[in-house]
């Protein structure tokens, strides 16, 4: 059990993922080469989007860890648009890996990928920031997306 507790971190959730969609074009893959490029615009994007959010996270000097007590509350960079840029940078990643592979069908990924992510980490941190910085995160809340 303390293993799976070591693994329960989003970036180990995208490679599971990842490689499901892998295996999804490995079954079937009609647009071959046609969408990597496309794919891959995606896949930049998106670690674009991780890297902007972690550099936020450093400048408010706390966590960026899941799982871990959050000292201060990260409201600039693209904290701005979204409470969960690095969670839909997870999503856009995945996306744009099953267009590089040629296989839209693991587009179906995306959803049971945004279920894990919702339950396994955004509602238990909104849980833990609401209970740590009260009133200043409702506020954040109700002026930011959770998603976009």
């Given at each position: 059990?303390?293993?799976?507790?070591?693994?329960?971190?989003?970036?180990?959730?995208?490679?599971?993922?990842m490689v499901?969609?892998?295996?999804?074009?490995?079954?079937?893959?009609?647009?071959?080469?046609?969408?990597?490029?496309?794919?891959?615009?995606?896949?930049?994007?998106?670690?674009?989007?991780?890297?902007?959010?972690?550099?936020?996270?450093?400048?408010?000097?706390?966590?960026?860890?899941?799982?871990?007590?959050?000292?201060?509350?990260?409201?600039?960079?693209?904290?701005?648009?979204?409470?969960?840029?690095?969670?839909?940078?997870?999503?856009?990643?995945?996306?744009?890996?099953?267009?590089?592979?040629?296989?839209?069908?693991?587009?179906?990924?995306?959803?049971?990928?945004?279920?894990?992510?919702?339950?396994?980490?955004?509602?238990?941190?909104?849980a833990a920031?609401?209970?740590?910085?009260?009133?200043?995160?409702?506020?954040?809340?109700?002026?930011?997306?959770?998603?976009?």
């Amino acid at each position: 059990m303390s293993l799976l507790r070591h693994l329960d971190y989003p970036p180990v959730w995208l490679a599971g993922f990842m490689v499901l969609a892998w295996f999804m074009a490995h079954v079937w893959a009609p647009f071959g080469d046609w969408l990597l490029w496309p794919g891959r615009v995606l896949i930049v994007v998106g670690i674009g989007a991780m890297i902007w959010a972690a550099v936020s996270f450093y400048r408010a000097q706390t966590t960026i860890v899941p799982h871990r007590a959050p000292s201060a509350l990260v409201e600039d960079g693209p904290y701005r648009y979204s409470r969960n840029p690095i969670y839909l940078a997870d999503l856009v990643i995945l996306a744009g890996w099953a267009l590089s592979l040629g296989a839209p069908a693991a587009l179906l990924l995306l959803a049971p990928f945004y279920q894990v992510l919702q339950h396994r980490f955004v509602l238990l941190e909104e849980a833990a920031l609401r209970a740590r910085l009260g009133e200043e995160y409702a506020a954040f809340c109700s002026r930011t997306r959770r998603w976009i």
